[in-house]
């Protein structure tokens, strides 16, 4: 209601600017005129005083020059307002009904902020680059290098991913073919929905490694409860175990600590951006290690679906892939920005 509110004080705000009779008399040129007053010229009519009030001789509704949201969401008000008025019989026509409630400011689609592939593959060779001087290191870098290509190239979500165990990662076989796939079976989607993802090759490899590295056997057995992604620190054992209580001990009988909070996903993601960001700075890559900065886990979630949409994947395979539970979400990949179009040119 407090958005409702705040829109239309600014309806009324501005009728007293125009000395116009309401929106109930708005025209088509009324109402275009408005949402360029709002695009335009709001931000001419800043308030003053943060503590002025509504009628206050220098309040106005404005607070800050509007943004993209606010002026859609600006005309989203009216429109309903204006189709309300329309369906209700207080008008003879919706004057919006041209326009829609989401055009006309000049609004673009959703930005599906990703990595470049390209970049990616810097901050691994980064990665690869900096010298493991202790086990403690090695292990953090195999590990990273998973997690990192995993949410690359499968797309899944950080909360998915620190949920999944390694007996989740199990193949799957194509009675067409009679290949199996490697796969890994998402037991905790989003909305509790139960899915599957490929796991490639190249992913495969790297689990393969990191597991060998912690003690495991390269290929993941079923039903292994263990979690897919491992601290590098072993748990804390009471005093009445058996088992051994040395550092080096714990580790030979594979008594991890788990990662199973989102929250430490996105350290281990964000931690290889920064680190590679600060690298990039010193070469004189601004732009790029700005944009490794912004990056989060996420960003690799809409990589994936990016990536699928410059290949021509159908955008019905793309909402499997990303398991949208409607198709419509999957379009937002289709939505390509400049940067896109000039990669994909250059690599003709």
Request: glycine share 8%; net charge positive.
């Amino acid at each position: 209601m407090a958005n409702y509110r705040r829109e239309i004080a600014r309806i009324r705000w501005y009728c007293e600017l125009v000395g116009s009779d309401g929106p109930g008399r708005w025209s088509i040129p009324d109402v275009t005129g408005y949402l360029d007053f709002l695009r335009d010229r709001s931000g001419d009519y800043l308030c003053g005083r943060r503590a002025a009030r509504a009628g206050d001789i220098d309040w106005t509704p404005f607070r800050a020059r509007l943004g993209a949201s606010a002026l859609a969401n600006a005309q989203k008000v009216l429109h309903a307002l204006l189709k309300f008025w329309f369906e209700a019989g207080y008008r003879r026509a919706n004057p919006m009904a041209s326009i829609g409630s989401g055009g006309g400011v000049g609004r673009e689609a959703p930005r599906r902020h990703a990595v470049p592939p390209d970049l990616i593959d810097e901050v691994v060779d980064f990665m690869e680059q900096i010298p493991c001087t202790s086990v403690e290191k090695k292990l953090m870098f195999l590990r990273d290098r998973f997690v990192i290509r995993l949410l690359q190239f499968t797309g899944m979500r950080a909360s998915e991913v620190v949920l999944a165990n390694m007996g989740d990662v199990e193949l799957y076989a194509d009675p067409k073919t009679g290949r199996a796939h490697w796969s890994l079976l998402v037991k905790h989607g989003k909305g509790g929905k139960v899915g599957r993802v490929a796991v490639p090759a190249r992913v495969m490899d790297d689990l393969r490694a990191y597991r060998y590295a912690f003690g495991f056997p390269p290929e993941p057995v079923c039903g292994d409860s263990t979690a897919l992604v491992l601290s590098t620190r072993t748990r804390k054992l009471h005093r009445t175990d058996r088992a051994p209580q040395s550092v080096v001990g714990r580790r030979s009988q594979r008594l991890w600590a788990e990662v199973r909070r989102r929250a430490t996903l996105w350290d281990i993601v964000c931690g290889a951006f920064f680190r590679c960001a600060k690298s990039l700075r010193e070469a004189g890559r601004e732009s790029e290690a700005a944009l490794l900065e912004r990056a989060s886990t996420h960003w690799l979630r809409h990589t994936f679906g990016r990536q699928l949409t410059l290949r021509g994947v159908d955008v019905r395979v793309i909402a499997k892939a990303m398991r949208h539970g409607d198709v419509r979400t999957s379009m937002a990949y289709t939505e390509l920005d400049f940067l896109d179009v000039v990669r994909e040119l250059e690599s003709l």
